[in-house]
């Protein structure tokens, strides 16, 4: 019944917010008109989005709930499907990802850094900065190609979580790098420079005063990168990932799969029993991706400093 | 220790960290040295089969067929359908969320929706796939009769709702560093909310916008899965959002995953359609970049 | 210590940590030696068709033998082959057999290779439940259908046969790259990839299963392990090649007439290619002898037709033997038996 009662506090406020302007004069009326619009349509792109993710999540957990036992979560994948299971699918991930991460966030922080504390504007920086904006385009099938050429190829890492991990972190690391700028650029001058006032060097103004306000927003930018990670599915496919997978990568040059890798392999098979399984794969990648979120935000709250 | 082996020892430090941090930030150099080697070498095998003007002015593209064309204009099209529709889904709502959840939200409210919104960013583009091709697309047969099974607007629609997040994230932190002192000007001005938002918030966090924007076009141009499970397997030059067409990046996909040799003139053509979209995606992001600058607003 | 100095050791640590990253991939994945029995992986990659096949097998071998490992890759035939040939790979799944210039590839990477057959894919032919006017096609009703020069052209039923209503014909197929295509092409048209472009593509059968299923106009085909699953939704077509020899009149797609060699030209052999290097390994060659032993249970499983006879056998012979080479002048051909491929050398 709680939505009942939203429904009559909002209800009640729209009406209230009309009747609250009445005996001003009609340029406050029609602006407090206008205000009222552009909230509801705020209110309502909002709402659509999140109708979308209530439609997906909600029928991936209909058709998915039969799997979603246990045995799921310890079997490896199977011709059968009520025996396949994804261990080797969230192993996998939580291997590749983590190392994704690791490789990715120092290098983007500190290319992010150079751009903004360290470099004057000369061409050199304004080719970096147009370079990177350019690879954060670049379609992430080519990250695949330049994976399989570089790191399966040239370092002879083959199919490996090393591999995986290294295109994923490619793909990435514009996101990371042009997030942390924007995180950087929104920590006001006042800042460093009073830092700089008090006798501070550069690298310590941005340690500790820097980087600390820009935290926040760097963290909402490698949210959004390592969760775009862990959905990618094309670039995996592309170094080798797409393949049956019963054991569990022992180090970080063991072939591997995926879980959107899985799910895919899962729904393309001719036996219908199979779409469960896709469905439960989804559900699980998606209980992942919340997990990521609500870690990052509670770091996010606890770190949140008032500029 | 003196005070000033101490100072000593912090500057070389300092020295250090900086030597290190130019070298990551040169990394992304050698990335795209590294793509345009991989892409360049079998791109130049290529055209020494195909000519040039064939490629950018053909209209057709048959290279699997027997009668082989190899105009790529048609994946252009569709590449350019596909993210055509995504943006103008994807832009208008991304913004509206962004004004509402740092202009108009409550600080609790927004701490709830803000997470929920990125979440739609995380969804596996696997999952949207399917979910075009099976729930959009039937949906939308019913309101528009003549959409085919495989189609343009429907990949386009969920690729705006798969990038609605970022717009609406990047947007949202863009205006949240607009200082309150801008915004209290505008208030003490007469201004209503909404229009302090629209005359001053909006355009002191244009470049955020802006790079928001980017960030968005460029995801619907390499968008891969959405597109190969959704929009078909036909190329065809057409601006027709009903028809099933191909796009560059599930051209890719498919001959990567299908039968052809790899030493061909078939497989060579991914790496020429592969470098000719990552060269336009580099006209358009430098123009994107001296827009930028021009907009750029320093505060304080 | 002055700044060059410093610059000079952090580049120098920097390139040690990359060189100690690349030193460590000398352990390849076929470094085990035959003889102690520590954790082995046996690499196979190829084909999507053959892949239900070669996972069964996989799976139910780790289940015997707890120590090796088998990882199977699906990269198309054709990124099979490239990564057999690199040596990247044991055994390489295939739709098709290699071809020319993937032979000397592997002939200049000194990889040569056992091509050992496995089972018999059918290709269906499939129309709408509701389609009451067709039962059965021939071979040139087929051709006509999908010739290039149909494109635009035969646009109804009617217009392939004239006591045909003229409903709209509707076409669903695999996409252009799949060995499917390439074989459904070169079988009814006469010549690979040959084909109109104005069908519905995609990669993925369950896709055309239901775009043909609902669709009463449609007319499809791939293969036959995807209609044996959604038989309620699909009506199979007969298909007469015209030859009394091999079968006289329209012939269904089953075990038998596949396995007997009558559903022509629509069947197919599917492969496995086996590295002369990974068989000399003990781990490899028990696997691929318990494949061959068990294909006769497990093809049938995944949707496949076994070969017909003891051909079995004979490919175990010919495996035991390493008898190298290809049985194909470096390419698909139509109509190829059995004999030919275990007979050649």
């Not at chain 2, 992304?28 to 130049?44: D, F, K, Q, Y």
């Not at chain 2, 909404?194 to 980017?214: D, E, H, K, Y």
């Not at chain 2, 190329?235 to 890719?252: A, D, G, K, Q």
């Not at chain 3, 799944?93 to 200049?108: G, N």
């Amino acid at each position: 019944m709680y939505w009942v009662r939203g429904f009559k506090i909002v209800f009640e406020k729209f009406m209230n917010d009309i009747y609250r302007h009445q005996n001003e004069p009609w340029w406050v009326r029609r602006a407090s008109g206008i205000d009222q619009v552009v909230r509801y349509a705020g209110v309502l792109s909002i709402l659509f989005g999140v109708v979308v993710l209530v439609v997906l999540f909600g029928q991936a957990l209909i058709e998915g709930f039969p799997r979603l036992q246990l045995e799921f979560f310890t079997s490896f994948p199977s011709r059968i499907a009520s025996q396949a299971g994804i261990l080797s699918a969230w192993v996998g991930t939580i291997w590749v990802i983590v190392l994704c991460a690791l490789m990715a966030v120092p290098l983007g922080v500190m290319t992010a850094l150079y751009l903004e504390e360290y470099s004057s504007r000369h061409l050199l920086s304004r080719i970096l900065e147009i370079n990177i904006a350019n690879l954060a385009g670049v379609p992430s099938i080519i990250y695949g190609l330049l994976g399989l050429g570089l790191f399966v190829r040239l370092l002879a890492l083959g199919r490996s979580v090393l591999a995986g991990a290294g295109t994923l972190a490619l793909l990435i690391l514009p996101i990371v790098i042009l997030a942390t700028r924007e995180a950087l650029r929104a920590v006001p001058h006042s800042l460093r420079e009073g830092s700089y006032a008090l006798g501070a060097s550069r690298w310590q103004t941005i340690w500790h005063q820097v980087l600390p306000a820009a935290f926040p927003s760097i963290l909402t930018g490698i949210i959004l990168a390592v969760s775009r990670a862990v959905g990618e599915t094309a670039p995996l496919i592309m170094i080798g990932a797409l393949t049956y997978i019963a054991f569990l990568p022992q180090s970080v040059r063991d072939p591997f799969t995926v879980l959107p890798i899985q799910v895919f392999n899962w729904v393309s098979r001719p036996q219908q029993a199979f779409t469960a399984n896709a469905a439960a794969g989804v559900v699980v990648l998606l209980g992942i991706t919340l997990t990521i979120n609500a870690v990052a935000i509670w770091l996010r709250h606890r770190y949140q400093q008032k500029i | 220790m003196l005070a000033k082996d101490a100072v000593y020892a912090r500057r070389v430090g300092e020295y250090a960290i900086e030597v290190l941090i130019k070298l990551a930030a040169f990394s992304s150099i050698v990335i795209t040295i590294g793509i345009i080697a991989v892409l360049m070498t079998e791109t130049i095998r290529f055209f020494q089969e195909v000519s040039v003007w064939e490629f950018l002015t053909g209209r057709e593209w048959t290279p699997l067929f027997s009668n082989k064309k190899f105009g790529v204009l048609p994946l252009f099209a569709g590449t350019a359908i596909t993210s055509g529709i995504a943006m103008i889904v994807a832009l208008p709502l991304g913004l509206m969320s962004a004004i509402y959840l740092s202009e108009y939200a409550r600080e609790r409210v927004r701490s709830i929706l803000k997470p929920i919104l990125e979440i739609l960013a995380a969804v596996p583009t696997v999952v949207y796939g399917y979910f075009a091709l099976q729930l959009v697309t039937p949906l939308l047969q019913r309101l528009i009769p003549s959409l085919s099974g495989f189609n343009a607007l429907s990949p386009g629609i969920v690729m705006g709702i798969m990038i609605l997040p970022i717009i609406s994230s990047l947007s949202e932190d863009a205006l949240r560093a607009v200082p309150h002192s801008l915004r209290e000007g505008s208030y003490a001005l007469g201004a209503s909310r909404w229009q302090m938002v629209f005359s001053v918030a909006v355009p002191a966090a244009f470049s955020g916008i802006t790079s928001a924007f980017l960030l968005g076009v460029s995801r619907a141009i390499g968008e891969t899965m959405i597109v190969a499970i959704a929009a078909g397997l036909q190329p065809r030059l057409t601006l027709n959002p009903l028809v099933p067409i191909e796009t560059v990046t599930s051209y890719i996909v498919q001959v990567s995953m299908g039968d052809t040799p790899t030493d061909s003139l078939e497989y060579r053509t991914i790496f020429a359609v592969g470098m000719t979209l990552f060269l336009g995606a580099f006209m358009f992001n430098v123009l994107g970049a001296w827009l930028q600058n021009r907009f750029r607003e320093i505060y304080e | 210590m002055n700044k060059q100095f410093i610059t000079g050791a952090i580049v120098v640590i920097v390139i040690l940590l990359g060189y100690g990253v690349m030193s460590r991939s000398d352990t390849n994945n076929d470094g085990s030696d035959a003889g102690s029995r520590e954790k082995s992986i046996i690499t196979v990659d190829g084909s999507s068709t053959v892949f239900p096949i070669t996972e069964a097998v996989a799976e139910d071998f780790q289940k015997t033998d707890s120590l090796v490992n088998v990882t199977v890759g699906v990269s198309g035939t054709g990124g099979g082959f490239k990564k057999f040939c690199a040596g990247e790979t044991h055994i390489s799944d295939a739709s098709r057999p290699i071809k020319s210039t993937e032979a000397d590839a592997c002939k200049a990477s000194n990889i040569g290779y056992i091509e050992l057959p496995v089972a018999y894919d059918g290709l269906a032919v499939m129309v709408h439940p509701k389609n009451t006017w067709v039962d059965s096609l021939t071979v040139t009703e087929l051709k006509k259908i999908w010739e290039p020069g149909a494109q635009g052209k035969v646009l109804k039923w009617s217009d392939v046969r004239a006591s045909w209503p003229n409903t709209e014909l509707h076409l669903y197929g695999p996409g252009a790259d799949s060995g499917t295509f390439d074989y459904f092409t070169e079988a009814i048209v006469g010549k690979e990839d040959s084909s109109r472009g104005d069908f519905t593509a995609s990669e993925d059968d369950n896709v055309l299963v239901q775009g043909i299923s609902n669709d009463q106009g449609a007319l499809g085909f791939f293969g036959l392990a995807y209609y044996e699953q959604n038989k309620d939704k699909l009506k199979l077509v007969p298909v007469d090649d015209g030859k009394a020899e091999n079968g006289a009149g329209a012939i269904l797609p089953s075990r038998e007439t596949v396995e007997g060699g009558t559903y022509q030209p629509l069947s197919r052999p599917i492969f496995i290619y086996v590295s002369q290097a990974a068989a000399d390994r003990e781990d490899v060659s028990r696997f691929v002898e318990y494949y061959l032993d068990q294909a006769t249970k497990l093809v049938p499983q995944v949707g496949y037709i076994t070969l017909p006879g003891n051909s079995y056998e004979r490919a175990r012979d010919k495996f035991k033997k390493r008898t190298v080479g290809s049985a194909f002048a470096g390419g698909s051909q139509v109509g190829v038996t059995i004999d030919h491929i275990l007979d050649a050398r």
